[in-house]
């Protein structure tokens, strides 16, 4: 399997502008995860969904952040209008079962965001 | 609840010396452990993983980890260090069923030739 794909791997941009990260799934994975790493804060997740549908958003920061999964093997997370606060490696990963129960998460290489 | 605290930020070590990354946890149910690395520039993969059984448990690339209860731990070790053992390594937890993984904030370690 090619793993947890994510595009673009670096993305430059000007605040206020609208930023998209896009993330495809191992296949036969019910669960996607979408994380933030920052060096103040560290690993954190904004969203997760199972089966396409969004379980738990409450680490979306604010409204500016919204994410989709329209179908099982493709993922969106969307930053319009962006700051320089958002600039981070945003993660994508999956998972075959629930993590809670001790499934091993797969992650992407991640996307660099720079925002000026 | 659940989190887990890793004991310093940056570990440096000689190669051929003793890996020893520090990892505890508070759960409010019998938790699953993870460790996870971090090479730079890419993304995390997993190291090894509690779930049950044995609390000794062997990873990839020489490492293992051993869950004890009483002292909420689950550190991480290796015999000799490796140059290409350098990277970042987060330690998390999850409580079972449907909660989320909660990570550490991650340990650095550099290995020294």
């Known amino acids: 399997d090619a793993g947890v794909i994510q595009s673009p791997r670096h993305e430059v941009t000007e605040m206020g502008q609208e930023v998209t990260l896009r993330c495809k799934p191992i296949s036969g994975h019910d669960y996607l995860f979408w994380y933030r790493q920052t060096m103040m804060r560290g690993l954190e997740l904004l969203i997760y969904f199972n089966n396409n549908v969004p379980i738990d958003d409450s680490g979306m920061p604010e409204d500016r952040f919204s994410a989709k999964m329209p179908n099982a093997s493709f993922s969106t997370l969307k930053i319009q209008p962006s700051e320089p606060r958002d600039s981070a490696v945003y993660f994508c990963a999956s998972s075959h079962r629930p993590t809670g129960g001790g499934e091993t998460q797969y992650f992407g290489p991640g996307t660099r965001l720079l925002v000026l | 609840a659940q989190s887990v605290t890793q004991l310093g930020s940056h570990v440096s070590v000689s190669e051929g010396a003793l890996v020893l990354l520090r990892c505890n946890y508070s759960?409010?149910?019998?938790?699953?452990l993870f460790w996870y690395v971090q090479y730079p520039n890419q993304g995390l993969q997993l190291l090894l993983k509690?779930?049950?059984?044995?609390?000794l448990v062997k990873g990839i690339n020489g490492f293992e980890a051993e869950f004890k209860k009483s002292e909420t731990s689950f550190h991480l070790t290796k015999p000799s260090a490796h140059m290409s053992d350098a990277a970042e390594y987060f330690c998390?937890?999850?409580?079972?069923?449907?909660?989320?993984?909660?990570f550490g904030t991650g340990t650095k370690l550099q290995v020294i030739p």
């Open positions: 509690y779930t049950t059984g044995a609390t």
């Open positions: 759960s409010s149910v019998p938790p699953y």
């Open positions: 998390a937890v999850s409580g079972g069923g449907y909660q989320k993984v909660t």
